[in-house]
């Protein structure tokens, strides 16, 4: 696939779901950006099967902006299966992904593409100064171990990326996977970029306890066999303590050192190790066997319903 000459613009995908206090602001601020820059800028906004007035706000405020669409999926997906959504559907060969709660200056987007420009196929932003919790920290380094030992430690605040990636996330849109690691494990040209974090100013974060398992469960399920050599590891362990165990029992019964009960020590012993390396062991395999039953299917990662653009015109797929 040739990609056209396509150097002076760019896509920043903006994925939204209940974010109608944030739009304003936003819309606000992308204008103030766009006019203060010297290319293109398409915004594709994603409204994530909003259950408030997203979509219609979106759809309405957009005008302000030079170019804009709006995407609208059928129902929530999560926000990377939005992101893969305005990937496909964006025109330019560079695209930034940007949160429309903006945790960076909105200037980083010129900062991003210039670098794509002159040759990275990958430049991201970290947080400047920003340890995170306790959870957010043992999260980066298990990722680091396990996954992708590239991946900021800090974690990332906005990511861009140039026609190759883009391609190739077009080409296999993953369900119930982290975008992120997948274009870390493409092995481009890599850019870091240190940016200031900043607290949202409008709404309330919807990047719930719920939603960060279900990010820790996938990423490793889906780009690591950590889990399954974690569980292997941890049975051959028990696995030896029980023959220790068992032998002990023999020498003890021997020897007469200690007075055990007959039986209940070695039924002990195995209904412990039998069926805590079992239901385990089954709670990991069933995860990868979802995600195979997932790729099987070959259901999309997403549905789009309708694409509006930003004077009100829809787009027929």
């Known amino acids: 696939m040739q990609h056209p000459s396509n150097k002076d613009s760019v896509s920043v995908v903006v994925p939204a779901y209940n974010e109608e206090a944030s739009i304003p602001l936003f819309m606000e601020r992308a204008h103030e950006f766009e006019e203060s820059v010297g290319f293109a800028i398409e915004f594709v906004f994603v409204d994530d099967g909003s259950k408030d007035n997203t979509y219609e706000l979106l759809v309405e405020s957009a ?10 999926l059928s129902r929530n997906f999560g926000s990377h299966a939005a992101i893969r959504a305005g990937i496909m559907h964006s025109d330019s060969d560079f695209v930034v992904i940007y949160s429309i709660d903006m945790p960076e200056p909105i200037e980083d987007i010129e900062k991003m593409f210039l670098e794509l420009r002159d040759g990275y196929e990958l430049v ?5 100064g920003y340890d995170g919790g306790f959870g957010s920290r043992m999260f980066a380094r298990l990722v680091n171990k396990y996954i992708e030992p590239t991946y900021p430690a800090n974690g990332l605040v906005g990511i861009a990326f140039g026609p190759k990636i883009k391609e190739q996330l077009n080409m296999h849109p993953e369900a119930n996977s982290s975008i992120f690691f997948q274009v870390f494990q493409m092995g481009f040209s890599v850019k870091e970029l240190p940016s200031r974090y900043l607290e949202r100013e409008e709404g309330a974060s919807k990047w719930t306890f719920r939603k960060k398992v279900k990010l820790l469960i996938d990423s490793f399920v889906m780009f690591s066999f950590a889990p399954i050599r974690f569980i292997s590891t941890i049975g051959f362990l028990l696995a030896f303590l029980g023959f220790i165990w068992a032998l002990a029992i023999v020498i003890i019964k021997l020897t007469g050192v200690i007075e055990l009960a007959a039986g209940w020590p070695t039924l002990l012993s195995v209904m412990l190790i039998g069926f805590g390396i079992t239901n385990v062991s089954l709670g990991v395999i069933a995860e990868y066997l979802v995600r195979d039953l997932d790729a099987t299917r070959d259901r999309p990662a997403f549905i789009v319903d309708t694409i509006t653009q930003a004077d009100g015109r829809h787009i027929d797929e």
Not at 63 to 72: E, G, I, P
Not at 124 to 128: H, N, S
Request: aromatic fraction near 6%; hydrophobic fraction near 40%.
């Open 63 to 72: 005008a302000v902006l030079r170019n804009a669409k709006v995407v609208k």
């Open 124 to 128: 991201y932003t970290c947080r400047e």
